[in-house]
């Protein structure tokens, strides 16, 4: 029996009980390309990376496969231009000033990856992410950044926190991003709400999430699969 034949197993024991529109991201970092092949084979598309470099080791690895690769990690302003390159999603645009170098290279770039805005949703020195007063205060300036593709949401919660608490930091997401297609559909064109880790997952699917991220829920072992 091979050290990962629990993917699989774990895998059809999510789908089983998640709603069909949620979708599953493998966040593949820190695992290798064999675990990415056994999830890929199991029927996940959606892979999240952290570091620039690390996915392309990996997508160098699995090029065979029609892989949708998530940037998930606090992107450098010194990687854009590799990441625009490597990912098809960028789930980590965390400020003003980066979603302005983003445009800027757009402008020039043969590749149009869909952008994610990272909410801070509590305070978190951990954390990288727009509060949300700070995100409605730097509308004027964001939205004149035509070359972004913003088709989603996307928030990590601080640790500790209560599951009532948990639930209702991530009913934040939904609204904020009805409030903002209320203010520019088009140019919000909100599609992804992604929230939910191995640990929380059921409390966003609860809030609203239909892309949820598991890492250790999916690769790690041993880990019992849950009831």
């Not at 774990?10 to 069909?20: F, G, K, M, N, V």
């Not at 056994?38 to 080791?57: D, N």
């Not at 496969?65 to 606090?74: A, K, S, T, Y």
Request: hydrophobic share 40%; charged share 15%.
């Amino acid at each position: 029996m091979s050290q990962l034949d629990h993917i699989p197993e774990r895998i059809a024991h999510l789908r089983s009980r998640i709603p069909p529109h949620v979708e599953i991201m493998a966040v593949s970092k820190g695992y290798s390309a064999e675990h990415i092949r056994v999830a890929y084979q199991a029927g996940i598309r959606h892979f999240g990376e952290s570091r620039v470099q690390e996915a392309s080791l990996k997508q160098s690895q699995v090029q065979d496969l029609d892989i949708i690769w998530h940037l998930i990690g606090h992107l450098q302003t010194n990687k854009v231009s590799a990441a625009l390159s490597l990912f098809d999603w960028i789930d980590s645009v965390d400020s003003l000033k980066l979603a302005q170098l983003l445009h800027q290279r757009l402008l020039t770039s043969p590749r149009t990856p869909q952008l994610c805005l990272q909410m801070k949703l509590a305070p978190d020195p951990q954390k990288y992410g727009w509060t949300v007063p700070e995100l409605l205060q730097t509308l004027p300036q964001l939205m004149p950044l035509t070359r972004l593709s913003i088709r989603g949401l996307m928030s990590i919660l601080p640790l500790g926190l209560s599951d009532p608490q948990i639930l209702s930091l991530f009913q934040k997401l939904p609204q904020l991003a009805n409030h903002l297609r209320s203010i520019n559909e088009s140019y919000f064109d909100i599609q992804v709400l992604s929230m939910g880790m191995s640990g929380d997952y059921p409390l966003a699917i609860a809030a609203g999430a239909n892309l949820i991220r598991l890492g250790r829920f999916l690769f790690a072992d041993p880990l019992p699969t849950p009831d």
